[in-house]
């Protein structure tokens, strides 16, 4: 997923030209304040006259504690919401405020008859939104995804960061992960669900070890993708989030072996000296089924 600032048109339209599976245009933090309600057009004219092809269309809306919340959701769904695939909420706290932002999309929706609802993903970047997880996640059918914020989120933990979603001094201090908790979160809920689990930005967009370190934590605890803030990005979170030959070859050759043994009556087998069992199965189709989706 590739952020892109709703107040610049001219990354609007290289983000819709972008290798990223999602493009999220936002009115949110990337935007100044004295600029978010002129951006708002900006956003329209993007879904109205850019090519976005497969790429799935959001936009990220500012928070329901401010005041431009609203007026994101009723100025830009009024007009292009036929067009949108998701909306982005920040910083959901409690699935009251999930409910709030469904209702208003829904009540959009019936006035202007589109056909198709919306989508709605909600980034958990609050001590509260770790605490009303699961509630936030059976908020509402609409929800599509789940998404790690790791900068608000330490603010309101007040663990001292000194950039978005990137490692310091302070992660040689703690012998653990300090996001752990709240990731693993995340992901279960999300699976428990049958959502999206999307991981947060890597603010620094020229560290590629650092981008590539993060990624590969995020993908190992079970997310399915990483937000990016610069095209560069992309790739790197593309190769590392994608099956590798390797782990797909592997994968085949398990199912394979899996389906020979059943035939003869057997239910875990061995291979390369490790016991295969069922749970081996569903690791293994799992793998191959994101491979297929690709």
Request: glycine fraction near 8%.
């Amino acid at each position: 997923m590739l952020y892109v600032p709703a107040s610049r048109p001219d990354m609007i339209e290289k983000a819709a030209a972008s290798e990223a599976d999602a493009v999220c245009i936002d009115l949110e933090d990337a935007v100044a304040v004295d600029e978010k309600p002129a951006s708002r057009a900006n956003v329209i004219r993007a879904f109205k006259e850019l090519d976005f092809g497969r790429t799935l269309k959001a936009f990220r809306m500012n928070g329901i504690d401010t005041p431009f919340g609203y007026r994101d959701l009723i100025d830009v769904v009024e007009e292009v919401g036929d067009r949108i695939d998701v909306v982005m909420m920040p910083k959901a706290h409690l699935p009251q405020d999930v409910r709030f932002v469904c209702m208003l999309l829904t009540q959009i929706e019936n006035a202007k008859g589109f056909e198709r609802p919306i989508g709605l993903e909600v980034q958990i970047e609050s001590a509260k939104g770790f605490m009303y997880l699961r509630e936030i996640s059976e908020a509402s059918p609409r929800l599509q995804a789940l998404i790690f914020g790791p900068g608000d989120y330490s603010a309101t933990m007040q663990m001292p960061v000194a950039n978005i979603g990137e490692l310091d001094e302070n992660d040689r201090i703690y012998p653990g992960h300090r996001w752990h908790a709240v990731m693993h979160g995340v992901v279960a809920a999300a699976r428990a669900q049958g959502l999206r689990a999307i991981d947060g930005p890597f603010a620094g967009y020229r560290d590629t070890s650092g981008l590539e370190h993060s990624a590969r934590i995020a993908r190992v605890m079970g997310f399915d993708g990483k937000q990016c803030i610069h095209p560069n990005q992309i790739p790197i979170v593309n190769r590392i989030f994608s099956p590798s030959a390797e782990e797909v070859a592997h994968a085949k050759a398990v199912v394979n072996a899996y389906d020979e043994a059943t035939k003869s009556g057997r239910g875990a087998i061995g291979k390369d000296g490790k016991m295969i069992d069922y749970a081996n199965i569903r690791m293994a189709r799992a793998i191959l089924k994101k491979r297929e989706s690709l």
